[in-house]
């Protein structure tokens, strides 16, 4: 692809042999209006590069020539060809459009024009980069475009993220997706690995393009509610003083990430007024943000309700925690999509009133959960929220027994390579829980440190990003030493 960034040498592309290009070199004039299904690459390496990644979609969308019907993670990789040069941001889109190849490619070089981007030198950085990899299953070819791209099947970066996207479901996609997973696994080896991107706020916000380092993220937790099952009451109604004061002792004992909660979701827990609930959440959110020790801090918001999602990004913050997925409010997803937030999507059953009683997996909690958030992430992209905006949470405690609980732990690294949920980052909340009392025999919540300490360690030597606690100090020195055992 042009200016592209990894050294390759030229191939032909060979689709399976039961899969065939419909061939011609001019794209004919067509009688009707007809969407036509195209796949392009994504990248950038100057500036914010996921906010670059981001206003290119809203550029295109903008247009109303192309909509974009599903994105990839997006993953970074070293600089190649001009060494000397920042790394790069990629992924992938597939979308529909009335234009012919020419066209679209028009469009996207309008694109990258209005974005201001200058070609220096060859292979140079630049601030987007826009390439078409597929046009429905023609073949293309003239001095300015060749459709499929003839370099895509050497580039890990290309086709990771082009698979991702191509749905295993579609009956249109199955041969070519079976055929470039095939491809990508015979890819020697990367030196430098592909590493996700978990971009956590809109734009350029606070922490808004955060590269998944291989430390452990710490996502402290913050009940501004009165019953919550293990600190309810400790942080309701009080002083602006005492607040800041907690939040500037999570920051400095290692939390990155803030997570305001303002509605119990323990079993049984009142369901109060999202007018409530916002009283309760959006004077937390204020507070943080106006803090300077909390410049590079990001706040997430654990609610299910829509609209307190909506105020609480107009508020300050930067994602949202749905215990739900979801499910709970119709509106959500759509507004995460408007929004442009990023969100984690828990896997749950029912309301927390009705979890309880809807712990069964007779095919496996694994198995089951993955493919119910499988189910949740389709719905996210559908509504219009791109895939690199998307946390996934397996629900620890959630309509799980002890048992499902247990299981979830020592098998995340296979949820993670679920169908349909490769290369999303993970977040895992085992604090203090109830069935961490059940085996350790503490009843009281509070006193359940070593027990969390165990679960927290074992959630990061299966690959988690992010580790959902209530004793941040405790916690950070757990996953230091625990990133440091496996991540290095």
């Not at 630049?126 to 895509?152: A, C, E, G, K, V």
């Not at 055929?179 to 956590?200: D, G, T």
């Not at 007018?275 to 959440?281: I, K, M, P, Q």
């Not at 992430?377 to 509504?383: F, G, I, L, T």
Request: hydrophobic share 40%; with cysteine; aromatic share 4%.
């Amino acid at each position: 692809m042009k200016g592209c960034n990894h050294v390759t040498s030229p191939c032909r592309l060979r689709a399976p042999r039961h899969f065939s290009f419909r061939p011609f070199t001019k794209y004919p004039v067509a009688q009707h209006v007809e969407k036509h299904r195209a796949f392009i690459a994504l990248g950038s390496n100057m500036g914010d590069r996921v906010a670059m990644i981001e206003r290119a979609c809203k550029e295109m969308e903008s247009r109303g020539k192309i909509d974009i019907i599903r994105t990839s993670s997006l993953w970074e990789t070293e600089a190649m060809y001009v060494l000397d040069q920042e790394n790069f941001v990629n992924g992938a889109c597939e979308v529909l459009t009335t234009l012919s190849p020419i066209e679209l490619l028009n469009e996207l070089q309008a694109v990258e024009n209005s974005m201001g981007r200058v070609k220096v030198i060859d292979k140079g950085p630049r601030n987007i980069d826009l390439d078409i990899l597929l046009y429905d299953t023609i073949t293309y070819s003239d001095d300015r475009l060749q459709i499929p791209h003839p370099l895509m099947l050497e580039r890990e970066f290309v086709l990771r993220p082009l698979s991702e996207i191509m749905l295993v479901d579609a009956q249109n996609h199955d041969p070519y997706q079976k055929f470039l997973q095939c491809r990508l696994k015979q890819l020697p080896k990367s030196v430098e690995p592909l590493r996700p991107m978990m971009p956590l706020a809109p734009d350029l916000s606070p922490a808004s393009s955060t590269q998944l380092h291989r430390d452990t993220r710490i996502m402290s937790i913050l009940n501004v509610t009165p019953d919550s099952f293990s600190d309810g009451g400790q942080n309701f109604n009080t002083n602006r003083a005492t607040l800041s004061k907690t939040i500037k002792s999570h920051i400095a004992d290692g939390a990155t990430i803030i997570d305001v909660g303002g509605q119990s979701t323990r079993p049984g827990a009142v369901q109060v007024s999202t007018e409530e609930e916002l009283a309760r959440v959006l004077p937390a959110i204020r507070l943080i943000r106006s803090m300077p020790e909390a410049s590079k801090t990001a706040i997430s918001v654990d609610t299910y309700r829509g609209r307190v999602a909506e105020e609480a990004i107009k508020a300050g913050a930067n994602m949202i925690n749905d215990v739900s997925g979801g499910m709970m409010d119709d509106a959500m997803l759509p507004i995460v999509a408007k929004i442009g937030c990023t969100v984690c999507l828990m896997h749950m059953r029912g309301t927390p009133a009705t979890m309880t009683s809807l712990a069964s997996y007779p095919e496996g909690v694994v198995e089951t959960v993955g493919r119910e958030l499988a189910e949740r992430v389709r719905a996210a992209e559908d509504a219009g929220i791109r895939r690199w905006r998307i946390i996934l949470d397996p629900g620890i405690g959630f309509a799980k027994t002890l048992e499902h609980n247990l299981e979830l732990l020592r098998r995340q690294h296979e949820l993670k390579k679920h169908p349909g949920l490769e290369g999303l980052p993970w977040l895992v909340g085992t604090s203090r829980k109830g069935f961490i009392g059940k085996i350790t025999g503490v009843k009281q919540a509070g006193d359940r440190r070593w027990g969390t300490a165990v679960a927290v360690t074992a959630a990061i030597e299966r690959g988690v990003e992010i580790v959902r606690v209530h004793d941040v100090k405790e916690m950070a020195q757990v996953a230091k030493m625990a990133d440091a055992l496996w991540h290095t």
